[in-house]
Every structure is written in C-alpha cells, then in structure tokens.
C-alpha cells in the first residue's frame, strides 16, 4: 500500500506545527481506509490540515494538453472535454474544472461519428490529420492521450495503459478512455493508480517511461 497514503513523515511535520491537536485517531483512520474512497480522502486530509506546511505542486496548465477522441453526441464540438468525461478527468486530476478548460483541449474528431458495435464510431484518418496539427501547433510539455484511438492517431500502437512516453520532445500520458462503458474502470485499484500517475504526470514528475522493444511508432 506503500504510496496510496500520505507517508508517517506528513503527520510528524504536521504534529510538530500544532503538537496539542490529536493527527491521528486509529480508529478512524482504519474506517477510513476501508471506506470506498478512502486513499482519496486520506490525501485530501494531509495536504489540507498541514496549513501550508506541505503542498502538492501546482498544475501549470498552460504547459498540458488534453486529446478526447470525440465529443459526445449531445456534446458542444466547440468546447472539447466539457461534459461528464471532462468532469471525470477533473477529478481524477485533482484540478478544479476551471484549471481543466485553463489546458488546451481538442478532440481529434470534431464530430460525433455515430455509434459502432463496441462504443462510438471513429474517423481515424480525419484523427491522425488533427494529430499532426497538434503536434505542429501546441506549445506545451505534456499531453494526455484519451484513449487507444487516440493513441494510435499519434504513432502509438499497442502501448500499455498508464505509460509514458517521451518523444518529438515532448512528454505523452496514454491515458484510458474515461468513458463509463470503458470496462478498464471497474477495477478499483485501476482508478486508483490512474488518479496517481496522472496527478505525477500533470505536475511534471516522471511516470513511468515506456521502453519499446521495436519501434515505437506505427504510421497511421
């Protein structure tokens, strides 16, 4: 469980600034870890009662950038990742929504393209074009990558989930779709590892770099 909760060394810090107040109360703290939410809502705890001691280092969401797929067929193809997948996204960030729309955004289909057999139609042609202008016209450090189709679109074919990618002097996240028919989310531990990597990765750290066996770009 070693990086899900805030390590003992937050609470020692904290217990030296306010040493009357009483940081750790075990009974609670095991209701909390076996609450649904409970990693969550341990971190949250440490980093907002250390009054500034310790602080999560901010997002510059002027260096991040967010590929969606498409949007959805209610969605406004104006304002890309708007909806309940952008909301999820915000989430799992740790952002607010005014920090999220603060990225550049931008759907690699600018319009719903229907229905298919396992989810929402794809023009992947239309897709790597709007890769490729991402590519030329972004001035950003790190992307997030929405999805396998997405993922494709940029030359990355069969890169496991969560990995990191460092190329065309950038830094690429390919991240799971965040669809709530993405069978990829039903796992917990799934969530909660993809809440982490993608908080390190938004703040500048290093995920996980991938490593190919071959090459690592497929042409669209």
């Known amino acids: 469980m070693e990086g899900v909760f805030p390590s003992r060394a937050v609470f020692k810090v904290a217990a030296r600034h306010e040493p009357r107040r009483e940081w750790v109360d075990l009974k609670g703290l095991i ?3 076996a609450a649904p939410d409970g990693p969550n809502l341990i971190e949250r705890f440490a980093y907002r009662d ?3 001691i310790m602080k999560q280092k901010k997002i510059e969401t002027h260096k991040i950038g967010l590929v969606g797929q498409a949007p959805s067929r209610r969605g406004d193809p104006r304002k890309p990742l708007a909806g309940p997948n952008g909301q999820k996204i915000a989430r799992l960030a740790g952002m607010s929504y005014d920090e999220l ?4 955004r931008k759907h690699l289909n600018t319009h719903h393209s229907g229905k298919r057999s396992k989810g929402d139609a794809f023009d992947r042609a239309n897709g790597c074009v709007n890769a490729g202008d991402i590519l030329l016209d972004w001035r950003v450090e790190r992307i997030v990558l929405l999805g396998k189709n997405v993922a494709h679109c940029f030359g990355f074919r069969d890169v496991p989930f969560l ?6 002097g950038r830094r ?3 991240f799971p779709h965040p669809s709530g028919i993405n069978r990829w989310w039903n796992e917990r531990r799934n969530e909660r590892r993809a809440r982490q990597l993608l908080q390190r990765f938004l703040r500048g750290e290093t995920v996980s770099a991938w490593v190919p066996k071959e090459r690592p770009l497929t042409p669209c």
Do not use: M, N, P, W
Not at 163 to 168: C, D, G, M, V
């Open 31 to 33: 209701a909390l870890i």
């Open 101 to 104: 729309i603060a990225c550049r």
């Open 50 to 52: 250390l009054g500034g």
């Open 172 to 174: 690429f996240l390919i």
């Open 163 to 168: 990995a990191e990618i460092h190329i065309y």
